[in-house]
């Protein structure tokens, strides 16, 4: 299968330099970027007028949590989550995680997002929807044991489980990953069985840091940080991945470079929940590689990454009264390169050899115009619904706006039937 992406202006290379060609793509890579490719392709798809951009990787969501979007407005996290979310998360079967997935993913799509990490639970429904929309995914069971022995195992069970399932899939653009919640949710020894499924070089996805609360809450419990505990039971590696990180301090960020794991910063989900302000400056500075996340949808409230971008940008503007903090392009790199990074994936920028996850941006539009500086434009102007195509792995997920896999209105019907009838 070839793809011809003809006339586009193309974000090209590590720079993200704006550049007039084609691109062609065989497979599930990018093979030429230049000027009048003259070769045959399957498809054509006329990019004149558009800007051919990186695919944005979402590193960290939980896409059925669409369902839930609205529903527990304006509380801080232990609330929202134990009073809020987890009860109604409790009603919540196969089916309803499925529909909520699919919502989710074609959120995504629409607004850029080639490739994501999810944690959550009836993780074989979620890898069906995958399957269905087309998205590159990176899918974790979350697990959560409080402690409790009987819970660990039936954890580390499913967890078993749900691995064997997505290795039978053989789909190479389903991945796993280990999904221990957080730090105050799962036991040392439940951390430990982690650590020692990632030394076999499989990626782990955690939330940590995130409130003042929680840091407060492990420091009693261990006498260490959330960072510190984590490394002392081996569990910060090149391959997790980390989100949040609201409440770190020097000595965190040292390890965390050290160890070389990636934070995943979610603004719009620390915004709402009043969680804090993650320390970017402090944590690039240190070496510490961001990537950039929305969280789930009850949180943010949508999972639109280009949103996401500009919120980057502007909050550690304000915060730090510094405005060259999070400019455009290391906005754009925590959104696609050090997403990429995070995960092992030659993605996240068009160049020969490359994976061939991209959007395509209609710039003729009047918020987009005129067009001084592309990049500027896609994080500080654009918006989910400006996206018209999007490719991955060398498919055409979207075309002209519309999710191929899917029968959007269905999905539509079926949320709003569960709303009514299951939450
Ligand atoms: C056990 S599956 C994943 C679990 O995580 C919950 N969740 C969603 N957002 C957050 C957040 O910001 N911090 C902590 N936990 C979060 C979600 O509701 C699921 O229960
Ligand atoms: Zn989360």
Not at 10 to 22: K, L, S, T
Request: charge should be negative; charged fraction near 25%.
């Amino acid at each position: 299968m070839s793809i011809l992406l003809r006339g586009g202006l193309v974000i090209y290379g590590e720079g993200f330099e704006p550049v007039r060609a084609d691109v062609l793509i065989e497979g599930d890579r990018i093979v030429r970027v230049a000027r009048g490719i003259s070769a045959e392709a399957d498809e054509v798809i006329d990019a004149s007028g558009r800007v051919i951009i990186p695919g944005l990787i979402n590193a960290h969501t939980h896409s059925p949590m669409t369902l839930l979007r609205g529903l527990a407005d304006d509380l801080p996290l232990m609330e929202w989550l134990q009073n809020y979310i987890w009860p109604a998360e409790r009603k919540l079967g196969r089916r309803e995680v499925y529909w909520g997935a699919l919502l989710g993913l074609i959120e995504m799509a629409k607004s850029g997002t080639t490739t994501f990490v999810d944690m959550y639970f009836h993780m074989d429904a979620v890898a069906e929807a995958v399957m269905k929309v087309g998205l590159r995914a990176f899918l974790g069971y979350g697990m959560v044991d409080l402690g409790n022995e009987e819970k660990r195992k039936a954890e580390i069970r499913e967890t078993e489980r749900f691995m064997k399932f997505i290795e039978e899939l053989g789909d190479r653009r389903i991945n796993f990953i280990l999904a221990p919640h957080a730090p105050y949710t799962c036991s040392p020894e439940c951390l430990r069985w982690v650590a020692e499924r990632a030394r076999e070089g499989i990626l782990v996805t955690i939330h940590l840091a995130e409130t003042r609360e929680e840091v407060k809450e492990i420091k009693e419990r261990y006498g260490m940080t959330p960072v510190q505990l984590l490394d002392s039971l081996g569990l910060l590696t090149p391959g997790t991945i980390a989100a949040h990180g609201v409440w770190l301090d020097e000595r965190d960020a040292k390890i965390l470079a050290t160890r070389e794991v990636t934070i995943v910063h979610c603004p719009a989900s620390n915004m709402k929940l009043a969680s804090g302000v993650m320390p970017l400056k402090m944590l690039l500075k240190a070496g510490v590689n961001v990537a950039l996340g929305t969280d789930g949808a009850a949180s943010n409230n949508n999972l639109d990454m280009l949103e996401e971008m500009k919120l980057v940008a502007l909050l550690h503007k304000v915060h730090t009264l510094d405005p060259t903090v999070a400019d455009a392009k290391m906005v754009l790199r925590m959104a696609t390169v050090h997403g990429a990074r995070a995960l092992g994936l030659k993605a996240g920028i068009i160049k020969e050899g490359y994976l061939a996850d991209l959007a395509v941006i209609d710039f003729r539009r009047p918020h987009l115009r005129p067009l001084n500086d592309p990049v500027s434009h896609l994080v500080y102007s654009a918006r989910g619904g400006d996206v018209e195509d999007l490719i991955v792995a060398g498919k055409i997920v979207m075309l002209d706006g519309e999710v191929l896999g899917v029968d959007e209105e269905k999905v539509l019907d079926k949320v709003e039937n569960i709303r009514e009838v299951v939450i």
